[in-house]
């Protein structure tokens, strides 16, 4: 069964920098694309960025997280990585990783699987 953990959630004041994390196992990170998502309260999740480790490493990301946030992968670790910066309240979202086949854009529910969530709340 494949498994995906994201971490490395917590409060953060507007402005501020964040390093999310996401621990896989048990399928080979090679061959995929892992993806993050998030989803604030009351709202649709949305997709975040991704990047296409079975593609050298191409990334794709939504138009509010250009220039703010930063995708990456440490093979050896077999984990992703989501920095994010110069965050604002609206970045305040339950994040997920999700594996898929590649990256598509075409949002949250092209992900086969999603792991566990972790809490990015953004406040003064």
């Known amino acids: 069964e494949v498994q995906l953990q994201a971490s490395g959630g917590g409060m953060v004041q507007p402005g501020g920098s964040l390093r999310l994390s996401c621990a896989t196992a048990k399928f080979p990170f090679g061959d995929y694309a892992i993806g993050w998502i998030r989803q604030a309260p009351g709202k649709e999740a949305e997709e975040v960025s991704c990047i296409d480790l079975s593609r050298d490493g191409r990334t794709w990301y939504a138009d509010f997280a250009k220039g703010r946030f930063t995708i990456s992968a440490e093979n ?20 997920y990783c999700a594996i898929d086949q590649s990256c598509s854009g075409y949002g949250p529910a092209q992900y086969d699987q999603w792991g566990q969530g972790t809490l990015v709340t953004v406040s003064s």
């Not at 984990?79 to 994040?95: F, G, I």
């Open 76 to 95: 050896a670790k077999k984990t992703v990585y989501l920095q994010m910066t110069s965050v604002s309240v609206e970045d305040t979202a339950v994040y």
